[in-house]
């Protein structure tokens, strides 16, 4: 197959975003394997290349769903390998609260459903119907500063995935439950998951995908001099 993409880089940074609904169709594995082999070329410290990547899709993807799912409608204990988000505060709780607001608004659930918003967030454990998922992990004894390679690489890959007409979501809550993604994919316990991103086509008819959020003005993220 020919692969080409038709977007700059800078129009895959403007189209990015969350995509929390897929059609079922597969995505060409040789399109993943060129995706992932640009991703490769993503800064690193000293070039080590920390990122370690698990793939699942189509019906490994399904199986792998079902007991992500299964675990947390069922309650069970979640243990990430890092530590879940600080609790933010000031203008980062402000942007916190403006994103839940849109989203779900966006799906049309109100503040105080709380059955709804448990559905919701039940999504993530479905990948939102994605054929496809991969866990972005690096050796748990490794420190935030390699944490930021990876986070490199995360992005470089999801922008790739958009600049060749693939939806993406990055998902933290995933990350949740690391013992079930060992075990599946079957590696030492010594590596830790940090999020996980599924990917696939969207699916426009989703009314979550009409989310959209607002970024900080540059005044408030920029100090300069000179």
Known sequence: MTINSTLSLEDAIRQRRSVRGFKPDLIEPELIEHILQTAQLSPSNCNVQPWQVLL??????????QKMHHAF???QNMNPDFSALPKFEGVMRNRQVECAQALYGAMGIER???IARMKATARNYEFFDAPHVLFIAMKKDFSPSIAVDVGMYAQTLMLLMT???IGSCAQASTAYYPNIVRDYFEVDDDLGILFGISFGYEDQNINANTTRTSRAPLNEVLITKG
Request: with cysteine; proline share 0%; charged share 25%.
């Open 56 to 65: 699942a899709t189509g019906d490994a993807c399904s199986e792998l769903k």
């Open 73 to 75: 409608m069922h309650g």
């Open 112 to 114: 105080g459903d709380k």
């Open 163 to 165: 600049a060749h007409g």
